[in-house]
Every structure is written in C-alpha cells, then in structure tokens.
C-alpha cells in the first residue's frame, strides 16, 4: 500500500520563503512529483525528484530523500499568485497516488 | 499545442441515472487518466488508458466505467449515479504508458448528484 503525509494548510506572508513537507510510505518507490492546484482549476505539474537532492525551477525547488522517505517544496519570494493547493505524488503500481494536498496562504 | 479538454464542465444529474464524461487528450499524447476529486478524499485515481486499453484500475465500484478511442479521446461513465459520485472528475494525459510523473490535466467536470 501507500500513504502520503502533507499538511493541510500553511500560512506565509509575500516575499517569503515557505516549505511544505510530504513523508510517504510505498512499497516500491519510483520518485516524488509536486503538483499546484489553484482553486477551481487543473492540477499542474511543478516538479519531480527521481533521485535524492535538489531540484530547482525558478522560485520552486524540491527535494528528496529516499533514506527519510521525505521530501519537501520549498517556495521562494512568495507572491500573491501562489495562493492555492499543493499536491505531493508517488507512483505506485502505474497509478499517480496523491496526497491530500496542502493549503497555501500567501497574506500581503 | 491545445491543452486537454473536457467536456461537460458542469453537470447535474438525479440519484439513479448515469453519466458519460468527455476528454480530450494533448495531441500526440496516447495515455489518458482519470480521477475524482473530492474535499474528503482528495485526488484519487480512477483508471488509465493507454491505445485504447485499460492498463491500471483504482479502487472504484464497477459502475465506474470507461474507454478509449482510437484518436485518444476517452470517456467515462458512471452508472446508477450516488450522492457521494458529485465531485470534480479530472482527467489527465501524458505521451508515456502507465501514468507518468508529469501528467497535463484538463479542468474537470464538475458533478453534482442530487
């Protein structure tokens, strides 16, 4: 089986730095996907860890840890636009199991 | 290049009936998934297509039903319809078999059951 653990809301000011946790547990691990939920809208891939590190885009960057079966978002100089949910992924069996996502308010 | 599509944004239906839902792949994309989002249980996989066969199944009641066609597009239907059927179905399509990590969703269709 597989479970995913984010929390459900994180509350951070503009201009700021946020991270938002996810530990897993799968039998099987093939790497760690993060997805951006504005209210209302599509999910949108943002990234994907296959290998333990850091992996940077732009004001996004993600990282993994397979020993910790831990991995995180962290999101740099937080704008308005931000505002919505994050989803962390895993793959198992050839389905995309998601977490139950976490809030992000970004306060002016 | 045009995202998915899904068509109808917005249905209502009674308890009792059933429902087709459409989507529309990325061109050239062959794998097509589909999930339920609800606010209890979140994102939850439905199945995956990929030319024209179901490869994965989630853990859903067989009156969650669907296909794919030749061209990639693909429905899904939801027979003798319940309260806790109304939700937000995604569908989702990728150019690689078996639900790849960067996956394009279209904007769901929106289904209340009343």
């Known amino acids: 089986g597989q479970s995913l653990e984010q929390p459900s809301e994180v509350t951070a000011v503009e201009g700021a730095i946020v991270q938002i946790n996810c530990t897993y547990q799968?039998?099987?691990?093939?790497?760690l996907s993060w997805y951006q939920q504005h209210d209302g809208g599509a999910p949108t891939f943002l990234s994907y860890?296959?290998?333990?590190g850091l992996e940077e885009t732009g004001r996004f960057s993600s990282f993994l840890s397979r020993s910790d079966s831990y991995g995180y978002l962290l999101l740099q100089e937080l704008q308005m636009k931000d505002s919505a949910s994050y989803f962390c992924?895993?793959?198992?069996?050839?389905?995309?199991?998601f977490g139950q996502g976490t809030e992000l308010s970004v306060k002016p | 290049k045009a995202g998915v599509t899904q068509t109808p944004r917005y249905l209502i239906k009674t308890r009792g009936q059933q429902v087709t839902l459409s989507c529309s792949p990325i061109s050239g994309h062959r794998s097509v998934s589909w999930y339920q989002q609800t606010p209890g249980q979140g994102l939850q996989f439905l199945f995956e297509?990929?030319?024209?066969?179901?490869?994965n199944k989630g853990n859903f009641p067989g009156r969650f039903s669907g296909r794919q066609f030749s061209n990639s597009r693909s429905e899904m239907n939801v027979s003798t319809l319940e309260l806790g059927d109304s939700a937000l179905y995604l569908c989702?399509?990728?150019?690689?078999?078996?639900?790849?990590?960067?996956?394009?969703f279209g904007p769901g269709t929106r289904l209340t059951v009343l």
């Open positions: 297509y990929f030319s024209e066969t179901q490869r």
């Open positions: 989702a399509s990728s150019s690689v078999a078996g639900a790849a990590w960067e996956q394009f």
């Open positions: 992924a895993v793959l198992q069996g050839g389905k995309l199991i």
């Open positions: 799968t039998s099987g691990f093939y790497g």
């Open positions: 860890n296959g290998l333990d």
